[in-house]
């Protein structure tokens, strides 16, 4: 499996400390994930995605980019692989237009199911399908659905960008799960394993599909806060007033101030262009503003 970062934040913020300088930082968490690493990096709008089939750990250029990179949304990933060659066209985060995506889990009938799930891909995006994993196929059948709430260009509302993952996720299983296929030790059928991470910059979505993720809104007491004019009570405690100052995922707990919740199994969460924080599940409607 993979692991997981993402993060959207009212200010331009560094990222070293989450990719290299703390001790469970995914630079730290790809020597058990080897296959592949990527950054994408907004800047005025548009992604800045860098890849590459190494560990990320052992790799000059994550090192350099990881003390460079500064920006209001990221999302990086490293890979362990389960579908798909180590080329850098199976690296994630995968990208179209202004939208990226990363993934961290396995579908499980893929290779009988490929054919399949490219169906439910428009035509006019299954060209832009270059490599071999589940990932990217996954990333077009969501770009497909969006595509039905208005051109891929425009800006999507949070609750279209959940309501087109819920429907990527039901997709996908009705495809891959609903036949026999691979099993478990036991026997069991072999869930298709669906947690992903999606933004075009501004928007940023994720959904606990079957592997673990966390994510955090606020911070015991913000080391910024003598001189940061961003400052406000969402900073330090859970919000009242349904905005934040920042949304960070992971799929580990990364040690420092901030303070992290487990999304559950289905659960999805996420921010729109003015920071508004909304939180919905698969399974059901997309839930008021807390």
Known sequence: MCRLFAFRSV??????????AADNALGTQSEQHPDGWG????????????????????????HRLSGV???ETVLAHVRRATQGAKTVLNCHPFQYGKWTLAHNGDVPNFA???????E?????????????TDSEVVFAIFLSKLNSYGPLRNRHGVEEVMEALRQTVATVRTICDDEPGETDENGEPKPSLLT??????????????????FFSTYKTRCADRDDCPHLAPECEAPTQSGFINHLIF?????????????????EMVGVDWRMRLVRGHVDRPTLPVI
């Open 250 to 266: 992971s799929s580990e707990v990364i040690d420092g101030d901030n303070v992290w919740n487990p999304l559950k199994p289905g």
């Open 39 to 62: 950054v994408a990096h907004y800047i005025d709008g548009a992604p800045h995605v860098t890849r590459a089939p190494s560990t990320a750990l052992n790799d000059v250029i994550f």
């Open 69 to 71: 990179v500064s920006s």
């Open 120 to 132: 439910a891909v428009a035509p006019r995006l299954r060209r832009f399908i270059l490599g071999d």
């Open 196 to 213: 992903l991470i999606v933004t075009d910059g501004p928007t940023l979505v994720a959904t606990q599909g079957g592997k673990e993720l």
């Open 11 to 20: 200010i331009p913020s560094q990222v070293h400390r989450s990719l290299m």
């Open 112 to 118: 009988a199911k490929r054919e399949a799930l490219i």
